[in-house]
Every structure is written in C-alpha cells, then in structure tokens.
C-alpha cells in the first residue's frame, strides 16, 4: 500500500477531506451539485468550494512547518485533492 511504503520512506503521512467531501458534505450542496450549478452559469460556489479547500491546506502546511523544516514534502491528491497539490502561479 502506498501509504506504508510512503512510512518506510520517512514520510508524516496527512490525511484530510476537501471542502463539501466526506464526513463534511452537505447533501444540497455535495460537490456534483456545485459542479453542476457551475456548468449552468453559476461558478462562485464551486470556487469558492476549492479556494475554501486550498486555504485548509495552506493552514495545515503552515502547522506542520512551523515544527521546523521536514527533509521532504510531497503533496498527493486525486481529483479535487490534485486540484489543491497543484503549484499555484503567482501572478507578477
């Protein structure tokens, strides 16, 4: 599993739920519901949905690195997950 090879290789391992996912969904406003409000015109919930979600990240690594530099940082998603990992760009 990769979660044990990730242990063995000297990774803290963070597990967390996006915004509107898992134990934190609220059934009107679930993540296909959102998406689908922003297909009909109607964006700012689903972006505010993952700005929200990237501001828990952000907030997370923060608390970790505040403990002093880890040797390593991998951050891994899938879907809405990957969307945050992303590099974001800074605007110049």
Do not use: F, W
Not at 19 to 40: N, S
Not at 42 to 68: F, N, Q, S
Not at 70 to 88: E, F, H, K
């Amino acid at each position: 599993m990769l979660k044990d090879e990730l242990l063995r290789a000297g990774y803290r391992i963070y597990l967390r739920d996006a915004r509107r996912h898992g134990e934190r969904a609220i059934p009107d406003a679930r993540l296909g519901a959102l998406a689908k409000r922003a297909h009909q015109g109607e964006p700012a919930p689903y972006m505010t949905m993952i700005a929200d979600t990237v501001r828990d990240a952000h907030a997370l690594l923060a608390a970790v690195l505040a403990k002093g530099n880890p040797p390593r940082v991998l951050i891994a998603g899938y879907s809405t997950g990957a969307q945050v990992g992303l590099p974001r760009r800074r605007r110049g």
